[in-house]
């Protein structure tokens, strides 16, 4: 089966900026597509933005474009979510997801997820 595993979360003042990282192993994890969501509480888990096996495409939620970037390292088969000029707005769980195919921008489409890193942005 595949695992993902998130890091890199924290409590950040608005402004500052932060680097999500999610591991991936598994023998069933081969050339997936790689998206990132978040879920603040009392709202459902939103699409962040995503990346294809050769980041030859990526998308981005309106609410973050300008400010995050989705990049990854197939050798690590580790994916990552740089996020600057940061905002009370995005504080939330953030979940790193997988699946086989084109990109998506939809939870129901991505096969695995990782257990999530809170990532709080303070006034």
């Known amino acids: 089966q595949v695992q993902l595993v998130e890091s890199g979360g924290g409590l950040v003042q608005a402004g500052g900026s932060l680097r999500l990282s999610c591991a991936a192993s598994g023998r069933t994890f081969s050339r997936p597509a790689m998206g990132w969501f978040r879920q603040a509480p009392g709202k459902e888990r939103e699409f962040v933005a995503a990346?294809?096996?050769?980041?030859?495409?990526?998308y981005y939620a309106d609410s973050v474009k300008g400010r995050f970037s989705i990049s990854r390292d197939n050798a690590k088969n580790t994916v990552y979510l740089q996020m600057n000029s940061l905002k009370p707005e995005d504080t939330a769980v953030y979940y790193c997801?997988?699946?086989?195919?084109?990109?998506?921008?939809?939870?129901?489409?991505?096969?695995?997820w990782g257990q999530g890193t809170q990532v709080t942005i303070s006034s």
């Open positions: 990346i294809t096996w050769r980041a030859s495409n990526t």
């Open positions: 997801a997988a699946r086989l195919g084109p990109i998506a921008t939809m939870t129901g489409e991505y096969e695995y």
